[in-house]
């Protein structure tokens, strides 16, 4: 039993090591497009927070969602922030599966600057919206009479630039349209398009409608802000996502292995299923019943097809 134990522990650790060649590789590439998407969260960290000086509460609009939904209340404003945390959390993990399980179907770093683009174009035009109109904010510390309503002139340019935790989750005047939306729905229609569990994806849509009436019940946005953010978002990916050049998929028979003009498999092509060495690669490409060989640039690469 320990015999086994251990020889499946080596085997989760070779597995371990040879994706993470790969996708270090992978991030030596494309380090730019991760770097520019994170530097993107910063600007639009600090736009939300920039919008807030501008803010000024007021009386709630009209809004049919608060007419239909009860008011969570103050006391229970954690419940929708706990389901996006669930969601935000499942996704991260999700997306570094394939440094633990054989079943393989993305590349993390390839997954990652997919997502960043498409969060990317919808802050873009989320910063647009809510500069345009400053909407008095629903939220309990957003109203009339609450300290941290409007914020105090800043005193510096650090104090500007600075984003803590805290000022994210009491920002007021960026409604138009939710930041936590864009977050869920990109997630989810990544999962659908790359993810394998059929139920697993309902499962996903069901909470991302739950997490949509809870927003507006615990009164963190208007109903505009939600439905808005539910066509923009999905059209946004939609768009960009045919922009984007489609990535392998690793879990089928077809494999692109980019390869040297030599002939000579790059280092981590070699270790692109399970962590095989390049002969088990080798018999895995052998075992295929037609090929097809096309030239790019310095690097040749074969396309592997079912011959079925």
Request: charged share 20%; glycine share 6%.
């Amino acid at each position: 039993m320990s015999f086994y134990i251990g020889r499946e522990a080596s085997k989760l650790w070779k597995r371990i090591c040879a994706e993470t060649t790969t996708e270090i590789n992978l991030l030596v590439e494309n380090w730019k497009y991760i770097l520019g998407g994170l530097i993107c969260q910063y600007i639009h960290g600090l736009a939300a927070r920039g919008v807030h000086y501008f803010h000024r509460p007021g009386p709630l609009l009209q809004d049919a969602g608060f007419f239909l939904l009860p008011e969570l209340g103050q006391e229970r404003a954690y419940v929708s922030e706990t389901v996006f945390s669930f969601v935000f959390l499942s996704f991260f993990l999700w997306t570094f599966h394939p440094f633990i399980f054989k079943s393989k179907k993305i590349y993390t770093v390839l997954i990652w600057c997919r997502v960043l683009a498409f969060l990317v174009a919808s802050q873009i035009l989320r910063i647009i919206t809510f500069y345009s109109t400053v909407l008095p904010g629903p939220n309990y510390h957003c109203r009339e009479g609450s300290r941290r309503a409007t914020l105090p002139r800043p005193d510096n340019l650090f104090e500007v630039l600075l984003i803590i935790p805290r000022g994210v989750l009491f920002g007021c005047g960026d409604l138009i349209f939710s930041s936590h939306m864009i977050f869920s729905l990109v997630f989810v229609r990544t999962y659908q398009k790359y993810g394998a569990r059929r139920f697993i994806k309902q499962c996903a849509w069901l909470v991302v409608v739950v997490q949509s009436l809870l927003i507006i019940a615990s009164r963190k946005h208007y109903t505009v802000d939600v439905v808005v953010a539910w066509y923009t978002v999905n059209l946004v990916v939609f768009f960009v996502d045919h922009k984007l050049p489609e990535m392998p998929d690793r879990s089928l028979g077809a494999l692109l292995l980019p390869m040297s003009k030599d002939g000579r498999m790059k280092e981590e092509s070699t270790k692109l299923l399970n962590g095989n060495s390049g002969d088990s690669v080798d018999r895995r490409l052998r075992s295929q019943a037609n090929g097809k060989m096309t030239e790019d640039g310095d690097n040749v690469h074969i396309e592997v097809v079912d011959g079925s």
